[in-house]
């Protein structure tokens, strides 16, 4: 069974940074991509996405501020976030997709507020 682990949330003003981090309990390369989503009430929506092929993807809003990267020796994809926004504010999930199969980390809190 896959597990995600996501850590680096908290707390923080705008204009600030914060950098989190989804540790896998496999190979990341198994996958066929990685990515970050940002739960709101409603909605889950995709932040970033990383593809086995090192092809990035940002939801438009994040676009020149956030940054996916990954390790694949430490088995872990980053997601580091400049210049924050009240709007960024949500729950980031770490997903990992493999065979039409979802797999999900717990999630981790991100505030923005003055």
């Known amino acids: 069974q896959v597990q995600l682990e996501e850590s680096g949330g908290g707390s923080v003003q705008p204009g600030e940074s914060l950098r989190l981090s989804c540790g896998s309990s496999?190979?990341?390369?198994?996958?066929?991509?990685m990515g970050w989503y940002r739960q709101v009430p409603g909605s889950r929506d995709l932040v970033a996405s990383i593809?086995?092929?090192?092809?990035?993807s940002y939801a438009d809003s994040v676009k020149d501020r956030f940054t996916i990267s990954r390790d694949g020796a430490k088995k872990v994809v980053y997601l580091q976030m400049n210049s924050l926004k009240p709007d960024d504010t949500g729950v980031y999930y770490c997903n990992a997709k493999i065979h039409r199969r979802d797999y999900w980390g717990q999630g981790t809190q991100v505030t923005v507020a003055s």
């Open positions: 496999e190979n990341i390369f198994n996958f066929n991509s």
């Open positions: 593809n086995v092929g090192g092809r990035t």
